[in-house]
């Protein structure tokens, strides 16, 4: 009967052990994981729509190839954005696009933009070589400071950062902004640099979309973009 009655202890402290550190885990918060996962949703939506001019994202694909574009979102309550793009693309920076959006929580919080565009959505197809622009239209939140979001794209991994338009700073502004200094880096030229053996060559692609520069040390060299 005594042994009967081990066993039984035995099987049964494990359970309560369990039960124990679960009702721990509970009370470190006050809320529950569905209302945490909430609370973050709405959080970045808030952050999202606080914008009054929008937020600008330096959208880049493909690193080492194709450089990026510069788009606009104006994000908006009932979950439809706004979205500009550079005019090198669009090729009038006044043209306005609408997508829906929503916030999800996917191992985390994730950005979609839901409605196909041919501003955003082009560089996530597959183009004629099968791969494309390795672009994305959904991207993990990795960090949300003031006015700042750290993305990550959903399929391809590559990081974006997107910016809160502030002041006076509309898109057009920011994208004319844009477009100058892409056509100053374009006609940019700068004679190699010598440093100490060291010889340091600075170029810029026709369009001015990918600046590379080589380091050569005697024999070695290695290439950057």
């Not at 694909?61 to 450089?67: A, C, I, S, T």
């Not at 669009?90 to 996917?106: M, R």
């Not at 053996?197 to 600046?211: F, H, N, P, Q, Y």
């Amino acid at each position: 009967m005594k042994k009967i009655l081990l066993n039984i202890a035995v099987m049964i402290l494990p359970v309560l052990a369990v039960s124990s550190c679960v009702s721990s885990v509970d009370d470190v918060f006050d809320k529950s994981a569905t209302e945490r996962v909430e609370e973050r949703i709405e959080e970045i939506k808030a952050e999202l729509v606080s914008s009054e001019n929008g937020w600008a994202l330096p959208y880049f694909f493909l690193p080492g190839q194709f450089g990026g574009y510069s788009f606009v979102f104006k994000f908006y309550q009932d979950g439809t954005v706004d979205i500009c793009v550079e005019e090198s693309f669009s090729g009038d920076i006044t043209f306005v696009t609408n997508s829906d959006y929503s916030v999800k929580w996917a191992e985390g919080p994730e950005i979609v933009f839901e409605t196909y565009t041919d501003l955003l959505h082009f560089f996530a197809d597959p183009q004629d070589d099968g791969q494309g622009y390795l672009g994305d239209f959904e991207f993990k939140v990795m960090e949300l400071e003031a006015g700042k979001l750290k993305l990550k794209g959903v399929r391809h991994g590559i990081y974006q950062h997107m910016v809160k338009l502030t002041g006076t700073m509309d898109s057009d502004e920011y994208l004319t902004g844009v477009a100058n200094i892409q056509d100053k880096l374009a006609d940019f030229d700068i004679p190699a640099l010598d440093v100490k053996g060291t010889v340091i060559a600075l170029s810029s692609s026709g369009d001015g979309r990918v600046m590379s520069f080589s380091v050569k040390d005697g024999s070695a060299s290695k290439d950057y973009q």
